[in-house]
């Protein structure tokens, strides 16, 4: 399985596209396609099929679509934008990720 830069719960900010500068919570990771869910981030609108055994009312929804790796960087609090990082460990082995700017920890425990 591919590594991808994001792992779940990480905050990312959009790079370009529609949603370009927003932040948004990692949802999922899909290593396979290099993409990533971003919580309200590329939202895409989802027809629904009203179904009345399910009691399903159908109509249209949004909900969140894959986004490229590409389009994202990891988001620094410190900096207040997307940044570059680097891969750190600990005294005691702990594998993180640091601001590349200002070296702030970037792993969310
Ligand atoms: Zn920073």
């Known amino acids: ?14 790079r370009r596209g529609k949603d370009r500068g927003k932040t948004g919570k990692v949802l ?3 290593p396979e396609k290099n993409r990533v869910l971003v919580e309200k981030i590329n939202m895409v609108k989802v027809f629904i099929r009203p ?3 399910q ?3 159908g109509g249209i929804m949004e909900k969140e679509a894959p986004i490229h790796i590409s389009n994202l960087s990891l988001y620094c609090e410190q900096c207040e934008r997307g940044v570059r990082f680097r891969n750190k ?3 005691d ?4 990720r640091v601001c590349i700017n200002c ?3 970037l792993e969310k425990s």
């Open 51 to 53: 179904d009345r055994s």
């Open 28 to 30: 999922k990771v899909i």
């Open 89 to 91: 460990v600990l005294e």
């Open 55 to 57: 009691n399903i009312q």
């Open 93 to 96: 082995g702990t594998k993180t």
């Open 1 to 14: 399985m591919a590594n991808l830069p994001f792992k779940k719960n990480d905050i990312v900010m959009v």
């Open 103 to 105: 070296q702030t920890n």
